[in-house]
Every structure is written in structure tokens, then in C-alpha cells.
Nanobody, 115 residues
Framework: QVQVVESGGGLVQPGGSLRLSCAASGSIVRLYTMGWYRQAPGKQRELVSKMTSGGITTYAESVKGRFTISRENAKNMAFLQMNGLNPDDTAVYYC?????????WGQGTQVTVSS
């Protein structure tokens, strides 16, 4: 079984930055895609960004040019550098890790962008 834990959320002013971290642990043979979804109040969960084990990235249009996903495969970790944050980015951010056999999700970390 694989466990995923996110960290790094918090309160930031518009225009500010945050870096989210995601650590996967447990019975890991190999992690394929790792990524981030977010869910704002009253809205559906949406993909923010994902990265394959080979380094191919995908971004939501709304975060392109502002967010950067990265991974440390040897440590089973993923990161989301978020710059130029605005109130529309306020949401709970969830990390996931795909092992090929299953997908593990974290509990989420709150990101609030407000002055």
C-alpha cells in the first residue's frame, strides 16, 4: 500500500509564492505519474499539473507560466512551485501518485490567497 502526504500550503498574499511538497511512501516498486489536483469550495476537483516518471509535464491552462511541477524520483517526491498566486488559486491541493496498479491520494493541503 502506498501513502501520500502533502505539505507546504498556507496563507499568502496575491502575487506571492508557495511551494508544495508531496511524499509517497510504502510498498513502492515504481511510481509512474505524480501530480496535483485542486478543489475550491463549491467547485469540482480539477487537474493542476502532472509529471510522468520520464519528465513529461501537463499543466492546466490557468496555471501555465506560473506553476512548475518537479520530481525527485529517487525520493518518491513531487513538488509544485506556485508563483504569481491570485485568489482564484485558493483551494485544497491534493497530490496523487500512480503506481501502475493503483493511485494513492493525499489528504490535501489548503492554499489560501488573500490580502
Amino acid at each position: 500500500q502506498v501513502q501520500v502526504v502533502e505539505s507546504g500550503g498556507g496563507l499568502v498574499q496575491p502575487g506571492g509564492s508557495l511551494r508544495l511538497s508531496c511524499a509517497a511512501s510504502g510498498s513502492i516498486v515504481r511510481l509512474y505519474t505524480m501530480g496535483w489536483y485542486r478543489q475550491a469550495p463549491g467547485k469540482q476537483r480539477e487537474l493542476v499539473s502532472k509529471m510522468t516518471s520520464g519528465g513529461i509535464t501537463t499543466y492546466a491552462e490557468s496555471v501555465k507560466g506560473r506553476f512548475t511541477i518537479s520530481r525527485e524520483n529517487a525520493k518518491n517526491m513531487a513538488f509544485l512551485q506556485m508563483n504569481g498566486l491570485n485568489p482564484d488559486d485558493t483551494a485544497v491541493y491534493y497530490c496523487y501518485a500512480n503506481t501502475g496498479q493503483s493511485t494513492a491520494w493525499g489528504q490535501g493541503t489548503q492554499v489560501t490567497v488573500s490580502s
